[in-house]
Structures are given as C-alpha cells and as structure tokens.
C-alpha cells in the first residue's frame, strides 16, 4: 500500500522525505520547573534555527500509583522527597505551556508536548497543538494510543524500548485510524552508547512500514545525529539544556545551545551536499584541473620528421597541452616541426595519425 512521504501540519509544516529535516529541542522537564528558565529555553532553541520545541506534560494522579508517587526520591537528581514530589516540582500547568506555546509561535517553531496520559492529551488539544508526540514508553498503551490517534492529528512515535512486533501493532492501531504518522528510531538509554544507537535500523522500520522515518538521539555528541540526516532521518529530535551541570537526569543526554545551533548548522550542511544524485564536473574544478592536472610534454629536443616513442614523452603540470589521457594514441604520430625540451604536445604538432587520434579523442 502506497502511503504520503510526508506529513503536513496545520500551519504548513512538511515533515518527511523530500523536506528538509525538522529539527527538535526536546525541552522535556529541562526548564527545572521553572517558567523564566522555560521562556529563555524556548527563546535559544528558537536562535539555534530549530524548527520545533517539545515539552512533556505530566497529570501525576492519572501516570502513577499511590505507591508510584510516595515511592522515596532521594537520589543527586531528585527535586523532592519522593517520585511524586520530585515530578511534580518539575511539572509547568496548561496556562504555562499555553504561555510557551504563544512564544514559540511568536519565534515561529512548532510547539509540542509528549502527553504522559490522558488527562494530559485533553489538556495539549485544549491548547490546539497541531501536532501530538507519543514517547517510547507510550508505544505499547493502546487506550492512549488510541485517543491519540482518534484526534487524527499528525503523530510522532519513538520507538525506543520496543520490539518490531510492538511497533507493528502500534503502527497497525494508527493507520485504523489515519497514515499522518512519522516513526522515530531511538535507543531509550540515558545517554545512550554509540555501539548501541543502530542508525541503519532507520531503514529497516522505513522498508517495513513505508513511512517517514527520523531519530531521536540520546547520545552525549553530535557525529550520530548529523549522521542520521545523511541516512534520510526526516526528523531530528534531541533533548536541550541551558547547562548540563544543573540537576536532572535528562541534561548530560542534552545539547546546549551553542551545541544545538552547531548541530542545525551540521545538518544543513548535509542536506546541501546530499542534493547532488549524479557525477559532475563543476566550472570550479575545470580551474582546479587546469592547475593541477597534467599534459604530455617533451622529454628532450626533437626535430620535425621524428616518430614519437615513449622515451620521447614525460608528463608536467599544469595542463597546457595534450592530456597523458591520450598516451597510446599520440605514440607513433610524426613530428611536424622541431620541437623543445618540456615544450607541451598539442595536436597541430602532429602529423595524420595526430589529426586521426585528435578527431577521435574530439568525438567522443
């Protein structure tokens, strides 16, 4: 079955092959719990030429247990007492995330969040996102999968954590639905190993699913996530921080801001050199050979009437004669006038066998 390369957003946004790379800050929880710190967040991804910033909204009562949330939090990373605590000191309400969704809009990026359940997925399309992120850890919840997919708004799903058989069926619940899905490939670890990243998986879940495909990288670097716009990932998506010495888990996995303008640079880079589909020879590198290259060129004196040997012939830059190209087919040819030592052959040199071998070397 023949599905769209692409998605399109409400507000014009391609996203898949043939368009250039959207670029995510995934701001995550990075902003500390803090709406000054998330503001400046959005303004740098923003100046880094992202096209996009992602959030993540949490409604803890409706994510975690009782137990889940009085569970002991009491580790370098934790911002209170207990899980619970601790995600909710990191937690901004709906009238922030609208606030930042009106910023974002303002720098003109993408504003959108991964909803962790679905009290959070009401509250993101109370705020007419027109695009929804489902994480790694939503991709097997088939109620949540399935009110997202029931909006019939664009999805974006990593596929960290999970089996091809997962994906499968998290791919076959959507497409009931709509094919406005682009998958991610990702490694769940945080920060992930680059023996375990697998960037040629991008290919095996484009094969299997004839989808747009990106990455969402968890990686310390950059070199995995530039080389994954050289591999067709449509989308990039990595986390980001203001400074990856504050407290939280997520900021050694991030990109600070001169990081991320550094890897959109990288990236448009790649897509510049990946234009070309065929050989070609450019003016510029005429010049170059004009220098660099070189001509045949006589290794002594020699007089008119003389049939060139190869002992008569050696090779000199730059290329002001006969290409060394045509070496076999010069051999044998007939001086017309004398010539001197490092002189360079050209063909009105040479007599009928050079006229033959430069209409030939003319024709094709």
Same mark, same amino acid.
């Given at each position: 079955?023949?599905?769209?390369?692409?998605?399109?957003?409400?507000?014009?946004?391609?996203?898949?092959?043939?368009?250039?790379?959207?670029?995510?800050?995934?701001?995550?929880?990075?902003?500390?719990?803090?709406?000054?710190?998330?503001?400046?967040?959005?303004?740098?991804?923003?100046?880094?030429?992202?096209?996009?910033? +992602?959030?993540?909204?949490?409604?803890?009562?409706?994510?975690?247990?009782?137990?889940?949330?009085?569970?002991?939090?009491?580790?370098?990373?934790?911002?209170?007492?207990?899980?619970?605590?601790?995600?909710?000191?990191?937690?901004?309400?709906?009238?922030?995330?609208?606030?930042? +969704?009106?910023?974002?809009?303002?720098?003109?990026?993408?504003?959108?969040?991964?909803?962790?359940?679905?009290?959070?997925?009401?509250?993101?399309?109370?705020?007419?996102?027109?695009?929804?992120?489902?994480?790694?850890?939503?991709?097997?919840?088939?109620?949540?999968?399935?009110?997202?997919?029931?909006?019939?708004?664009?999805?974006?799903?990593?596929?960290?954590?999970?089996?091809?058989?997962?994906?499968?069926?998290?791919?076959?619940?959507?497409?009931?639905?709509?094919?406005?899905?682009?998958?991610?490939?990702?490694?769940?670890?945080?920060?992930?190993?680059?023996?375990?990243?697998?960037?040629?998986?991008?290919?095996?879940?484009?094969?299997?699913?004839?989808?747009?495909?990106?990455?969402?990288?968890?990686?310390?670097?950059?070199?995995?996530?530039?080389?994954?716009?050289?591999?067709?990932?449509?989308?990039?998506?990595?986390?980001?921080?203001?400074?990856?010495?504050?407290?939280?888990?997520?900021?050694?996995?991030?990109?600070?801001?001169?990081?991320?303008?550094?890897?959109?640079?990288?990236?448009?880079?790649?897509?510049?050199?990946?234009?070309?589909?065929? +050989?070609?020879?450019?003016?510029?590198?005429?010049?170059?050979a004009k220098k660099l290259r070189k001509c045949l060129v006589f290794s002594r004196d020699l007089p008119a009437g003389h049939v060139l040997t190869s002992s008569d012939l050696t090779t000199r830059s730059p290329l002001d004669?006969?290409?060394?190209?045509?070496?076999?087919?010069?051999?044998?040819?007939?001086?017309?006038?004398?010539?001197?030592?490092?002189?360079?052959?050209?063909?009105?040199?040479?007599?009928?066998?050079?006229?033959?071998?430069?209409?030939?070397?003319?024709?094709?």
């Amino acid at each position: 079955m023949a599905h769209s390369p692409f998605i399109t957003t409400r507000s014009g946004q391609r996203i898949g092959q043939g368009q250039s790379c959207f670029i995510v800050a995934e701001v995550g929880n990075n902003h500390q719990g803090e709406m000054d710190h998330a503001r400046r967040m959005v303004e740098e991804a923003a100046k880094a030429g992202v096209q996009a910033v +992602k959030f993540q909204k949490r409604h803890l009562e409706s994510l975690l247990t009782r137990t889940g949330r009085e569970a002991p939090y009491s580790g370098a990373n934790s911002f209170g007492p207990t899980y619970g605590a601790h995600r909710l000191a990191l937690e901004l309400d709906v009238a922030q995330m609208a606030e930042l +969704k009106a910023l974002a809009e303002s720098l003109g990026l993408v504003f959108f969040a991964s909803a962790w359940d679905e009290v959070s997925l009401d509250e993101m399309l109370g705020l007419d996102v027109e695009l929804l992120k489902v994480c790694s850890a939503d991709l097997v919840n088939v109620p949540l999968m399935r009110r997202v997919a029931a909006t019939r708004l664009p999805v974006i799903l990593s596929t960290g954590m999970s089996t091809l058989e997962e994906i499968d069926a998290a791919v076959d619940l959507i497409r009931s639905y709509h094919d406005n899905l682009v998958l991610l490939h990702c490694n769940s670890s945080y920060p992930c190993l680059e023996e375990q990243i697998g960037l040629p998986v991008m290919d095996t879940l484009r094969e299997r699913y004839n989808l747009p495909v990106g990455y969402s990288g968890h990686e310390r670097g950059l070199a995995p996530s530039v080389a994954s716009a050289a591999l067709g990932a449509c989308v990039i998506e990595r986390h980001f921080t203001l400074d990856k010495t504050q407290t939280g888990t997520d900021h050694k996995a991030s990109l600070e801001p001169a990081e991320l303008a550094l890897l959109v640079r990288m990236v448009r880079e790649v897509e510049e050199a990946m234009i070309l589909k065929g +050989k070609k020879v450019f003016p510029e590198e005429l010049a170059a050979a004009k220098k660099l290259r070189k001509c045949l060129v006589f290794s002594r004196d020699l007089p008119a009437g003389h049939v060139l040997t190869s002992s008569d012939l050696t090779t000199r830059s730059p290329l002001d004669g006969i290409s060394p190209a045509h070496w076999d087919e010069v051999l044998g040819a007939v001086l017309l006038r004398s010539v001197k030592h490092e002189e360079p052959l050209q063909w009105e040199t040479l007599g009928v066998r050079g006229a033959e071998a430069q209409a030939a070397s003319s024709s094709t």
